[in-house]
């Protein structure tokens, strides 16, 4: 269990938290912390290829209505489809831990290979997105919190509510069909331009995100079409999230606002903007970087919707045409790099926070 240990303020000012002394240690919680990170990959792993064996092997899902039947046995058996389910479960983890994931059914790629072409695409969304999440939601929260039961937090809680209930592809096809179809000011749909996007995957060693490797390669035409073709998704994906950070905010710094060492500071005289950007604000960023690293997981899994609905060829716009083909090994390798970005990120949330709050700790 988390212990909390709490100093007593003076003077209006947070105080270093000392370290409880029946719990562990930042090395302690840290460790256990990064090993739980395993089981979290092998669960899903193991749901997720259970799951996609329920309708049978991946050759017949995919290929089935394609092939000739003696054509389909042989590639069934020449793939270990028809061994028993166990043994295959065994193999496949056994695959994936020396970094095998196989051959896609549909169109015959590594595995590998596509998660690291599309891998980079959905990354940059995500950041993008992110970005987005923290602009709007962290002056937006502070100003409610600012204006609490005044009309101002009225409307942004409103606001906030909105950003969360809209769907992430209603809100992509509203934005489009304003700023892309309507005032035509921003692109419809991509990445880039055709010519940009070449040009950026020519480089030598491309990360895949190309707003930095047209920044790598001084390409600052590239650059201006990246960043147009990248407001459109990241607004429609990072609104979600933002909704969810301007309530925490908002709420965390409402509650850190009615504690003494506050009250004792707006008896002095210290007034209420002061005590919402200096000695609210940083005790409120606590549960904000905790939540943060569960985010990322809407991030991603609300990445399907924004990349099919602007056609930015990423990992969920790949899952969802693998999912609609039936290629299961191409699904089984998608979902176990987001398990691993998605624990990964727990994760560094766990240390950034355990860092900046000695209170964090088993």
């Not at 925490?248 to 903007?273: C, F, H, P, Q, W």
């Not at 998605?342 to 355990?354: G, K």
Request: proline share 5%; hydrophobic share 50%; charged share 15%.
């Amino acid at each position: 269990m988390t212990t909390l240990i709490e100093a007593p303020p003076e003077d209006g000012e947070l105080l270093p938290l000392k370290k409880s002394k029946s719990g562990g240690g930042l090395g302690k919680y840290l460790l256990i912390r990064f090993l739980l990170i395993f089981p979290t990959i092998f669960i899903l792993v193991t749901l997720v290829f259970f799951l996609m064996r329920i309708t049978g092997d991946p050759i017949t899902a995919a290929l089935g209505d394609r092939l000739p039947p003696d054509q389909l046995a042989q590639r069934i058996h020449e793939a270990g489809y028809d061994r028993p389910v166990l043994v295959q479960y065994f193999e496949y983890l056994g695959q994936i831990a020396t970094g095998n994931f196989g051959r896609t059914i549909s169109d015959n790629l590594l595995v590998t290979d596509m998660l690291a072409t599309y891998g980079a695409a959905t990354l940059e969304l995500a950041i993008n997105a992110l970005v987005v999440a923290l602009v709007v939601g962290i002056p937006l929260g502070m100003l409610a919190a600012y204006k609490r039961d005044k009309w101002p937090d009225a409307v942004l809680r409103v606001v906030a509510i909105l950003f969360y209930a809209t769907p992430v592809f209603f809100a992509g096809l509203l934005l489009k069909l304003v700023f892309s179809v309507g005032l035509g000011w921003l692109p419809v749909a991509g990445r880039a331009k055709t010519a940009n996007e070449i040009a950026l995957n020519q480089l030598a060693s491309p990360t895949g995100i190309y707003w930095l490797d047209a920044l790598r390669s001084g390409n600052m035409a590239a650059l201006g079409d990246v960043a147009q073709h990248a407001v459109l998704p990241a607004i429609a994906l990072g609104l979600l999230t933002g909704g969810v950070f301007l309530r925490l905010v908002r709420t965390n710094v409402i509650g850190t606002l009615n504690k003494d060492y506050v009250e004792a500071g707006r008896s002095r005289g210290v007034s209420e903007y002061r005590l919402v950007t200096k000695h609210a604000y940083k005790p409120a960023l606590i549960p904000i970087i905790t939540v943060m690293g569960l985010q990322i997981a809407l991030l991603l899994g609300g990445a399907v919707l924004t990349e099919t609905t602007f056609e930015w060829k990423g990992l969920g716009f790949q899952l969802a045409h693998y999912l609609t083909a039936r290629d299961f090994v191409a699904v089984q390798g998608i979902v176990a790099l987001l398990a691993v970005i998605v624990a990964l990120t727990n994760f560094i949330v766990d240390v950034v926070a355990a860092l900046i709050d000695p209170r964090v700790r088993y």
